[in-house]
């Protein structure tokens, strides 16, 4: 069965404080993964696909990275806006996409 | 561009009503649509998702089941709601083929009182 975990569960920053978000994935026949951001009481809103390890794409302060096991959500120096919920999912061979609980990111300022 | 509705936003129910959910896709033809459910410390669980009119996969046996009348409209019912429906229930689409990201809905808030 497929399994993505997220940690930490909660992670608090002081702005300017970068850090890391983890996604470890346990998928057989990896096709996609992804990375969303969820704000409180709204939809998913989608950030980052990485197809292969060694893949990184970037999108202002954020920068994703992944390798054959686990993909990493690099955070620089971020603001109260980037104050948000972080979804990471994975796309197997099945056909259907297996998120983690994601992790809850404060930035105080 | 392509955009994703739902509605109603927020939805109130006593048990034992019945529930209509619908979500409409507008900027694309044949998508791929799913419905997920999100319960508060928990991820996203898939409870149906379509490939087009008519063909509907269940992955969770419920009291729920879906619809798609049309090729962009996807819709979320049941015939009588426990408590244990209550949750946010959010409607997404991708592209068919490889693996695409799934755009999602904005959610209806739904509690079963």
């Known amino acids: 069965e497929d399994q993505v975990t997220q940690s930490p569960e909660a992670l608090r920053l002081q702005e300017g404080e970068s850090s890391s978000l983890n996604c470890s994935y346990t998928v057989s026949g990896l096709r996609g993964l992804f990375w969303y951001r969820q704000d409180p009481g709204k939809g998913p809103e989608f950030l980052f696909t990485l197809y292969s390890a060694g893949e990184e794409k970037e999108k202002e302060r954020l920068k994703a990275t992944l390798t054959k096991k686990e993909s990493f959500l690099h955070i620089t120096a971020p603001k109260p806006e980037d104050s948000a919920t972080y979804l990471c999912?994975?796309?197997?061979?099945?056909?259907?996409?297996?998120f983690g609980k994601g992790t809850l990111l404060t930035v105080n300022p | 561009s392509q955009t994703i509705h739902q509605w109603p936003a927020t939805l109130v129910q006593p048990v034992g009503s019945p529930l209509s959910l619908e979500c409409t896709v507008e900027?694309?033809?044949?998508?791929?649509l799913y419905w997920y459910r999100q319960a508060a410390g928990r991820g996203l669980q898939l409870l149906f998702y379509?490939?087009?009119?008519?063909?509907i996969s269940s992955e969770v046996p419920q009291n729920l089941s879906a619809s798609r009348p049309q090729d962009r409209q996807f819709i979320l019912s049941s015939k009588k709601l426990l408590l244990s429906d209550s949750g946010f229930y959010l409607c997404?689409?991708?592209?068919?083929?490889?693996?695409?990201?799934?755009?999602f809905g904005p959610g209806t808030r739904l509690t079963v009182t």
């Open positions: 999912a994975a796309h197997g061979s099945n056909y259907k996409l297996t």
């Open positions: 900027g694309t033809s044949n998508p791929n």
């Open positions: 379509s490939v087009g009119i008519g063909q």
């Open positions: 997404a689409w991708d592209r068919t083929g490889r693996s695409y990201e799934q755009y």
